[in-house]
C-alpha cells in the first residue's frame, strides 16, 4: 500500500450483503468466492486511482483523490459483481457507500467523523446498491452527467451520527431497481439516545453480542462503572433495530433502587404509562405479542428484579433482552458477555498507535483542540495514559478532555501522579473498579475549587437540570462564578449539555453523578442541598401552575416533563422529612400537569400519601386536597372530589380566603353538577360568580360561563347552553387557553350532535382532537377520541367500536377520564351494538384495545374524513 492521501479525499465503504447466509450456504467454497470479490473490486478501485487501505472479512475501505473517480470505480465494481460467473453458482450482492470529507490520517489508517460517515452510509444500503453523500453528489455531478445521476432518497438518521443525513442513490440506465428502504433508525420504532460524540471500536464486542443475541434471549453486558456498557448496548440495538419488527425500546435505569419500580419503569417506556390495575400483567400482556429488543440499562441497583425479568422473557416467545450491569443476575437463560477494556497499543488487542483506546484519546482530544496532532512524543504519552487507565472509556475520555490544559507528557506524569495520591477503593471492590473510581477522583482533583464545590452539589439532582436551577441550588460560597464552574464541568466532560424541546439542560454521567452524592454525603451539606433543590422545584412549579391554561402552556408543560424526576425527588424529600406543607403545596401546584400528562394515578397517589399526614398547616392542606380533587374530577371519581373540594372549602372559609373559596365553590358547583345534584351545583355557581365579581376576578368569566351552560344542558335547555358556551370558549381563546378551549369545544360537538348534526359534530370534534394533540395534551388526545368513536356510531359502527376500544385503554393507562356518555351521548359500543349485533361490536372493541395512541389517531382521523366526504357527496 502506498503512502496515504490526506487532505479533502473521497471515502468507498462496502461489503457483502448477508454474508453469514452466504459463509452457511458455500460453506469452505466461500474462501475462493471472497478472493474473487477482492480481486474485482480492487481492479475497479484501482483503474480509477483508488487506494485499497484495508481489509476487513467480507468488507473493503478504499480512499481517492477525486470524487467522480470514487463513484465510477463504485459503478463499475457493481456491473464487473453482477456480469461474473461465480464458482459456486447464485449471485454475491454487495452494498457501496461513499462520502467526501477530510483525510485525517493515523499511522497506516484513517480516523475522524468523516471515515465515519461513509461507513455508515455504506451499512444503510442493500446489496447492488452505491449511497452517496450530499458532498460527494456535489463534486461529482456535473463530471458524471448525463450517464449517472443522484436521485435524492431523503434524510435519515444513521448509526452514531448526531444529525440526519442526506443520502443519494448512485444510479445508470443498467442499475438495479426497487430496493428496500434505507436501512435508518427510523425504519423500526425506538427510544434510543442520541449522542453527540461517535461510537469509537468494539466492532469485536458487537459482533459477539449479536451473535449472543441471535443464540440467547437475554443477554447481560457485564461490567464496571465507566466501561462502556450503555454506549455498547445502544450500537448493538441500533445495529440489530432492522431484525425487530416492533422496534427497541431502551430503559433507563439509572434513577431507580427498588426493584420493584422496573415494572412501571419498563411500562412507560412502551407506552403503558399509568396503568390501572396490575402494572405486570399489563406489561407481560403488551410484550406477549410483540417481536421487539429490549435494553434495560444500569440493571445493577435493582438486581433483585432478575426473577421478575426471566419470567417476562419466558411469558413472551417473540421478546429480546439487552441488560447492561455490574453484577450478574443469576438467572435462568441469563448469557452473560463480560466487557473488556478498549484493546492497547502493542497487547494483543490493538496494534500500536491504531489501537481502540488510542483512538478514542485521539478523538476526544481533538474535540476540545483543534490544534492537537499526534507526534513521536505523543504517541508514546498517549500510549502510557490509556495503559495507565487500564482502556477504561470513560477514564479515556476524562483525560482527553485536559489536553487543552496540559499536553500529554505533562498529562501522562499529572495522572500517574494522582492516582498514586488518591490510592485504591475498598480491597472488595474489582481492580478496574478502583481505577475508575481513581480515575474520577483524579478529574475531580484537577477542577478548581468552584468547580469541585459545584459537582458535588450537582448530584442533588435527578434526571438532569437547567443552568437556572443549578445556580438556584449550587451556588453559594464557596463557589463564586458558578457559569466559571459549570464550564469547567463541561470542559472536563463531568457533565453533559443536551437540548429537549428547545430546552438547554445538562446532566451528570451516572458515575460522576454517584461519586458526587458520595462526596454530597460526606460534606455534610446534603441536607441543606436538598432541602434547596425541593424548594427550587416547589417555587418553579407554582411559577408553572397559573400558565398550564395559558398560551404558553405547552412550553411549561414540557419543563414539567422535563424535570419529572426532579419533581418526584422534591415531593419524596417531604414525605421523607416528615414535612407535608412542601409537598402539599407542590402537588396541589403540579395537578393540572399529571392530567394534561395523562399521568393522573401517580399524581393522585402522591397527594394522597401526603394528604395523610396530620401536621400540615391548614393552608398547605387545602391545597392538596383542591389538587386531589382535579385529577379525581378528571378521573370521574366524583365521590372523592366532593368531598375532597368540601373540606378545602371549609378550610378556606375559615382562612378568610375569599379567592381559594371561590375557585373551590366552582370546582364543587361542577362536581355536583355531574354527578346529579344540578340544583345545588347551579346555586354554588351563582355563589362562585359574586365572589369573582368582588374580588376583580374577570378572568373567571369563561368557567362561569360554561359551568350555567352545563346547568342548561342538565335541564333538558339544549338552545340555551350553546350561547353560553361559545362565549365561554371564544374567551378561553383570548385568553390563549388552547386546551380549555378545545375542551369547550367537545362539548360544542356533544350539542350539535344532540341537535341532528352528526357530520358537523364530528369535523368539531376532528378540529379539537388536533389542537389537543399539537399541546401535546395526552389527556385531552383521549377524551376527544372516546368522543369522536360515539359521535360517529351511527354511520361507522365497526370502526367506532375500534376506536371506543383504543380510548379505553388508553383512559385506564392515565387513570380515567369523563367519557360522552356522561352528557348524553351514547357510548360507541352501546350504538355500534344496536346496529351491527353485540358479537361484531365487542369483536371491533377487542381490536381497539390493541390499538397504539399513533394508530387510534389515524383511525379517528379517517372516521372524521369519511364523515365529511359522505356529507358532500349528499
Known amino acids: 500500500m502506498g503512502d496515504l492521501p490526506s487532505g479533502t479525499i473521497t471515502f468507498l465503504f462496502s461489503d457483502i450483503e448477508g454474508s453469514t447466509r452466504v459463509v452457511q450456504r458455500l460453506g469452505p467454497g466461500y474462501d475462493q468466492v471472497l478472493a474473487l470479490h477482492h480481486r474485482l473490486l480492487q481492479e475497479a478501485i484501482e483503474k480509477e486511482g483508488g487506494l485499497v487501505v484495508s481489509t ?50 493515523s499511522g497506516d489508517t484513517y480516523i475522524g467523523i468523516d471515515v465515519h460517515r461513509a461507513a455508515r452510509i455504506a451499512d444503510a444500503g442493500h446489496g447492488g446498491q452505491v449511497l452517496a453523500s450530499a458532498t460527494t453528489k456535489a463534486l461529482s455531478e456535473s463530471e458524471l452527467q448525463p450517464r449517472v445521476w443522484f436521485r435524492d432518497i431523503g434524510a435519515y438518521r444513521l448509526k452514531d451520527l448526531p444529525d440526519p443525513e442526506r443520502l443519494y442513490q448512485v444510479d445508470t440506465p443498467d442499475s438495479p431497481s426497487g430496493f428496500p428502504p434505507i436501512r435508518s433508525l427510523e425504519s423500526r420504532p425506538h427510544n434510543l439516545p442520541a449522542y453527540l460524540t461517535e461510537f469509537v471500536g468494539r466492532t469485536r464486542e458487537m459482533a459477539a ?11 447481560t453486558l457485564l461490567g464496571p462503572g465507566g466501561m462502556g456498557k450503555t454506549r455498547l448496548a445502544i450500537a448493538v440495538a441500533a445495529d440489530l433495530l432492522p431484525r425487530f419488527a416492533d422496534g427497541v425500546v431502551f430503559v433507563d435505569l439509572a434513577e431507580l433502587h427498588d426493584p420493584d419500580q422496573v415494572t412501571t419503569a419498563t411500562a412507560a417506556a412502551v407506552g403503558l404509562t399509568d396503568t390501572d390495575g396490575d402494572v405486570t400483567l399489563a406489561l407481560a400482556a403488551h410484550l406477549m405479542p410483540r417481536q421487539c429488543l429490549l435494553v434495560l440499562d444500569n440493571f445493577e441497583q435493582v438486581i433483585m428484579a432478575g426473577p421478575w425479568l426471566a419470567e417476562m422473557v419466558r411469558a413472551s416467545p417473540e421478546l429480546k433482552v439487552l441488560v447492561t450491569s455490574r453484577i450478574r443476575m443469576r438467572i435462568t437463560g441469563e448469557h452473560v458477555y463480560e466487557i473488556p ?25 481533538r474535540a476540545v483542540d483543534n490544534d492537537f496532532a499526534m507526534s513521536t512524543d505523543n504517541g508514546v504519552a498517549v ?53 475508575m473510581k481513581d480515575a474520577i477522583g483524579w478529574s475531580h482533583a484537577l477542577l478548581d475549587p468552584d468547580a469541585r464545590t459545584l459537582l458535588t452539589r450537582l ?30 464541568l463541561l470542559d472536563a466532560s463531568l457533565i453533559r449539555r443536551r437540548v429537549e424541546e428547545g430546552m438547554v439542560r445538562f446532566a451528570l454521567l451516572e458515575p460522576v453523578r454517584e461519586f458526587a452524592l458520595d462526596r454530597l454525603h460526606d460534606s455534610g451539606e446534603e441536607p441543606d442541598l436538598k432541602r434547596r433543590h425541593a424548594t427550587y422545584f416547589l417555587d418553579l412549579a407554582e411559577a408553572a401552575e397559573p400558565n398550564l391554561s395559558r398560551s404558553d402552556q405547552t412550553v411549561w408543560l414540557n419543563q414539567m416533563s422535563a424535570d419529572h424526576d426532579n419533581l418526584r425527588a422534591a415531593l419524596g424529600f ?34 394522597e400519601q401526603l394528604l395523610v399526614h396530620p401536621s400540615s398547616r391548614p393552608t398547605s392542606r387545602a391545597k392538596g386536597l383542591s389538587g386531589l380533587a382535579g385529577l379525581a374530577y378528571w378521573q370521574g371519581d366524583y365521590t372523592t372530589t366532593q368531598r375532597s373540594y368540601e373540606e378545602a372549602l371549609e378550610i378556606y372559609r375559615g382562612l378568610g380566603d375569599r379567592l381559594g373559596e371561590a375557585h373551590t365553590l366552582f370546582g364543587l358547583s361542577t ?72 375542551t369547550n369545544q367537545l362539548a360544542l360537538a356533544s350539542l350539535t350532535f344532540l341537535e341532528g348534526d352528526g ?116
Do not use: C
Not at 209 to 216: C, G, H, N, R, Y
Not at 393 to 422: D, F, K
Not at 585 to 598: E, M, T, Y
Not at 802 to 809: E, N, P, S, T, V
Open 209 to 219: 453480542v449479536a451473535e449472543a443475541l441471535a443464540q440467547s434471549r437475554l443477554v
Open 383 to 435: 500510549a502510557a495514559i490509556v495503559h495507565r487507565l487500564e482502556g477504561l472509556p470513560l477514564a479515556i475520555e476524562l483525560a482527553a478532555a485536559r489536553v487543552r490544559l496540559l499536553p500529554p507528557p505533562l498529562l501522562a506524569a499529572r495522572l500517574e501522579h494522582g492516582l498514586s495520591a488518591l490510592g485504591s477503593g475498598p480491597s472488595d471492590l474489582p481492580p478496574r473498579h478502583r481505577t
Open 671 to 742: 362536581t355536583l353538577i355531574w354527578s346529579g345534584d344540578v340544583a345545588e351545583g347551579a346555586r354554588l355557581i351563582d355563589q362562585a360568580r359574586d365572589l369573582y365579581e368582588k374580588l376583580g376576578e374577570r378572568g373567571e368569566v369563561r368557567n362561569i360561563l360554561m359551568a350555567k351552560g352545563f346547568v342548561r344542558w342538565r335541564q333538558g335547555d339544549l338552545a340555551g347552553a350553546r350561547p353560553l358556551w361559545e362565549e365561554s370558549m371564544e374567551i378561553a381563546r383570548n385568553l390563549g387557553d388552547d386546551a380549555e378551549a378545545a
Open 574 to 607: 417531604s414525605l421523607a422529612q416528615g414535612e407535608p406543607d412542601l409537598g402539599l403545596r407542590l402537588g396541589g401546584a403540579l395537578w393540572r400537569f399529571w392530567h394534561a400528562s395523562g399521568q393522573m394515578s401517580e399524581g393522585r397517589r402522591w397527594l
Open 56 to 105: 476487513h472479512g467480507d468488507s473493503i475501505f478504499s480512499v481517492f483523490i477525486s470524487a467522480p473517480g470514487a463513484v465510477r470505480a463504485a459503478l463499475a465494481g457493481q456491473k464487473l459483481l453482477a456480469d461474473q460467473s461465480w464458482p459456486t453458482g447464485g449471485a454475491i450482492r454487495v452494498r457501496m457507500g461513499i462520502h467526501t470529507g477530510e483525510g485525517q490520517v
Open 459 to 488: 448530584g442533588v439532582f435527578a434526571g438532569g437540570f437547567t443552568l437556572a436551577a443549578a445556580e438556584a441550588v449550587g451556588a453559594g460560597p464557596p463557589v463564586d462564578d458558578l457559569l466559571e464552574a459549570l464550564a469547567g
Open 759 to 874: 357530520s358537523g359534530a364530528l369535523a368539531l370534534a376532528g378540529s379539537a382532537l388536533e389542537e389537543l394533540l399539537a399541546l401535546k395534551n395526552h389527556a385531552g388526545v383521549v377524551m376527544a377520541l372516546d368522543w369522536i368513536a360515539a359521535l360517529a356510531a351511527s354511520e361507522q359502527p365497526y370502526d367506532a367500536s375500534r376506536l371506543a376500544g383504543a380510548a379505553q385503554r388508553l383512559r385506564a393507562r392515565q387513570g380515567g377520564g369523563i367519557r360522552p356518555d356522561s352528557v348524553g351521548v351514547e357510548a360507541a359500543q352501546d350504538a355500534a351494538a344496536r346496529l351491527i349485533g353485540k358479537p361484531l361490536a365487542a369483536a371491533g372493541f377487542e381490536e381497539g384495545a390493541a390499538l397504539e395512541l399513533e394508530t387510534a389517531v389515524s383511525l379517528a382521523r379517517t372516521m372524521v374524513e369519511n364523515a365529511r366526504v359522505a356529507t358532500d357527496v349528499n
Open 341 to 365: 477494556p478498549l484493546g492497547l497499543p502493542g497487547g494483543s488487542e490493538g496494534d500500536g498507535l491504531g489501537a481502540e483506546s488510542v483512538e478514542l484519546f485521539v478523538r476526544r482530544a
